[in-house]
Nanobody, 120 residues
Framework: QVQLVESGGGLVQAGGSLRLSCAASGRIISINTMGWFRQPPGKQRELVAI???????NYADSVKERFTISRDNAKNTVYLQMNSLKPEDTAVYYC??????????????WGKGTLVTVSS
C-alpha cells in the first residue's frame, strides 16, 4: 500500500507565493517520475509540472518562469514552489508518482489533492 499526501495549499492574494509538498509512504522501492497536476473549478485535470528521478523537469506553458518543481529522493517527497500566483491558478492540486513497488512492477499513485485559491 502506497500513500501520497499533499500539504501546503491555502488562500493567497494574487502575486503571492505558496509551496506545496507531497510525501509518499508505504511499500516503496523507488519512485520514477513525480508530478503535480491541477483541476480548476469546472475544468478537467491538467499537467502542471513533472520531474524525473534524475531531476529533469517539464512544465506547462502557463506556469513556466513562475513555478518550480523539485524533489528529495531520500524523503520520497516532491515540492512545487509557486510564485507570482494568478487567480487562474486557483485549483485543486494533485500529486502523482510512478512508484516501483516490486522489482519489475511500477504503479501510478495519486494524492487526494490540496486546494489552492488565489484571490484578485
Amino acid at each position: 500500500q502506497v500513500q501520497l499526501v499533499e500539504s501546503g495549499g491555502g488562500l493567497v492574494q494574487a502575486g503571492g507565493s505558496l509551496r506545496l509538498s507531497c510525501a509518499a509512504s508505504g511499500r516503496i522501492i523507488s519512485i520514477n517520475t513525480m508530478g503535480w497536476f491541477r483541476q480548476p473549478p469546472g475544468k478537467q485535470r491538467e499537467l502542471v509540472a513533472i520531474i524525473t528521478r534524475g531531476g529533469s523537469t517539464n512544465y506547462a506553458d502557463s506556469v513556466k518562469e513562475r513555478f518550480t518543481i523539485s524533489r528529495d529522493n531520500a524523503k520520497n517527497t516532491v515540492y512545487l514552489q509557486m510564485n507570482s500566483l494568478k487567480p487562474e491558478d486557483t485549483a485543486v492540486y494533485y500529486c502523482n508518482g510512478v512508484v516501483v513497488v516490486d522489482f519489475g512492477s511500477a504503479m501510478d499513485y495519486w494524492g487526494k489533492g490540496t486546494l489552492v485559491t488565489v484571490s484578485s
